[in-house]
Each structure stands twice: as C-alpha cells, then as structure tokens.
C-alpha cells in the first residue's frame, strides 16, 4: 500500500495537471469563438461564388474548363488537413485513419500520393509508409486567403501539369464544439456547383448578361478562385474543430482529474485512518502488556 507522502504528492500532481487542462479549455474555447466567426463570414462568399459558376455554365452551349474536366483516374493526390500539436482527442486520428483506409482499399492499379498541412498528419503518414510528395510546415501560423490560393495555386499546377489526374480535400468538417465530422471530397477536377432549383433560380436562369472580355475570361478567373475559397473554407473548418476537440478533451480531462482526485482523497483519508487505529492498538496493547 502507498503511503501517506505518495498519496499527498498524487494529489498534488493530480491538481497540477487539472489547472492546466482548465486554462486550455479556456484557451481553446476563446479560439474556438473567432474560428466560429470566420467560418461564417466565409460562407456567403462561397456560396455566391459557386452559384456564379453554376449560372454561367448553365447558360452556356459548349463551354468548358481545364479545371472542370474530368479525365480516368490512374494518379491520385490527397490534400489532408490535420493540426501541428495533440491533445485533441480523436481530431487528428480520424482523418489519419479515413485516408488510410482510402490507401489501402483503393485499386491498386491507381498510384497514390499525399500533401499534408500539419505535422501530426506528416509523422503518422511516414510511420504507415505512404508517399507524401511535401509537408506544408507552419501555415496555420501564417493562415489567409493568401496562404490558401497559393497552396490552391500549387495542387492546380500538378492538375494541369497532368502530373495528378484528381485531387482529394480530407479534413475536418466543424458541424458543433462537440462534433466534427471527417470529410474526403473531390477538389479537382472541381465538381460544377449545381444550378438552384428554387423559383428564383429558374428565373433567374432565363437571364443572361453581357461578358467582358468573354464567357471563357469569366470563367477562366472564377473557376481558380472557387478553388482557393473552397481550400480555405476547409483550412477554418479544420481549426475550427481542432479547439472545439481540443476544448472537448480538456474538459474530459479535467472531469477525470476531479474523479481521480476524489479517489486518491477517500484513499489517503483511509491510509491514515488506518494508521491511527494501528497506533491505538499498539498504544492499548503496551499498556496491557504492563498490567
């Protein structure tokens, strides 16, 4: 049995580590709340981005785009967001083990490679053995549109470049603080965002515009930026939930530490009642001993 120093000195531990998983509960909630906020605010812009591009391609007999071109699949890239630290709880393994089960139940004919953005994904995709063609180090340090068009930028390049014949976008989806949902969809080529069945997007289908300089400039531009907007909308849900898992798993742990703490106090209060009945025995026995 402990004595009654271990038992004190576990306390102590115990409480130690409770004050830190409460501050980061903290932390990570006051994070969580500008992340809430710039997922919201990038919405409406996507949205009307996509019905942009739906619009025009409706509108248009016959026009097309590289980037929205479908060709057979043999080379596949994956861009897989996951976060730099831990302490997320199953944040950064669930999308770990949705893109390694994508690897090895894919056909095999088909070659695979992976670009990472976080270095938990990096270190868990070296140790499974899998092609990771470059690690994008530090970027949620530096996150913006910016950042994210570059990056959009490059996984275009390899499109287009014919070096990849399609794009997969793997990260965490924010749905609530408690809830997050892993995501593998395709980026490219970029799936033609649906025309709005609504009364007012069949109206609004029955009007056309002028186009300066063309049809094909229009797109040529929107087509790319819709790219980067969806890479960056997945760059916020992924922080986003990252601090609502991380906030999730701190107050699990801090409602561990008051149960252990709980434990160890009715243990200590035992040990040392114990101890005190021993010494009375003791106490009682001696002096029966001198009768």
Avoid: C, W
């Avoid at 730099?84 to 770990?96: E, H, K, M, W």
């Avoid at 670009?115 to 996150?143: M, P, Q, S």
């Avoid at 603080?177 to 009364?199: G, M, N």
Wanted: proline content about 3%; charged content about 30%.
């Amino acid at each position: 049995m402990a004595s009654l120093r271990d038992i004190r000195k576990r306390i102590r531990s115990v409480k130690s580590t409770q004050q830190i998983t409460k501050a980061m509960k903290m932390v990570s909630a006051a994070k969580l709340r500008r992340a809430q906020d710039a997922i919201v605010a990038a919405r409406p812009y996507a949205r009307a981005l996509d019905q942009m591009i739906a619009d025009l391609v409706s509108r248009s007999e016959g026009i097309s785009h590289p980037l929205l071109t479908s060709r057979p699949v043999r080379r596949v890239e994956i861009l897989v967001l996951t976060s730099d630290r831990g302490l997320a709880g199953g944040f950064n393994a669930n999308v770990i083990r949705r893109v390694s089960r994508y690897a090895y139940e894919r056909d095999k004919a088909t070659s695979l490679r992976l670009t990472t953005v976080g270095r938990k994904g990096l270190e868990a995709f070296r140790r499974r053995h899998l092609d990771v063609r470059k690690d994008h180090a530090g970027l949620y340090a530096r996150l913006s549109y910016e950042t994210a068009r570059s990056l959009a930028e490059e996984m275009t390049a390899e499109f287009l470049d014919d070096r990849v014949d399609q794009v997969l976008l793997a990260y965490n989806e924010f749905v609530s603080a408690i809830t997050q949902r892993v995501v593998l969809t395709p980026l490219l080529p970029f799936e033609r965002p649906k025309a709005d069945e609504s009364d007012a997007g069949k109206l609004r289908s029955l009007i056309d515009f002028e186009y300066e300089p063309s049809k094909e400039a229009v797109l040529d531009r929107l087509v790319p930026q819709a790219v980067a907007t969806r890479i960056y909308r997945a760059l916020l849900e992924s922080v986003a939930s990252e601090h609502g898992a991380r906030m999730s798993a701190m107050e699990s742990a801090t409602s561990n530490a008051d149960d252990a703490i709980s434990r160890l106090t009715l243990t200590y209060n035992r040990t040392r009642q114990a101890a005190i009945t021993k010494e009375l025995m003791e106490i009682v026995s001696g002096a029966e001993a001198l009768k």
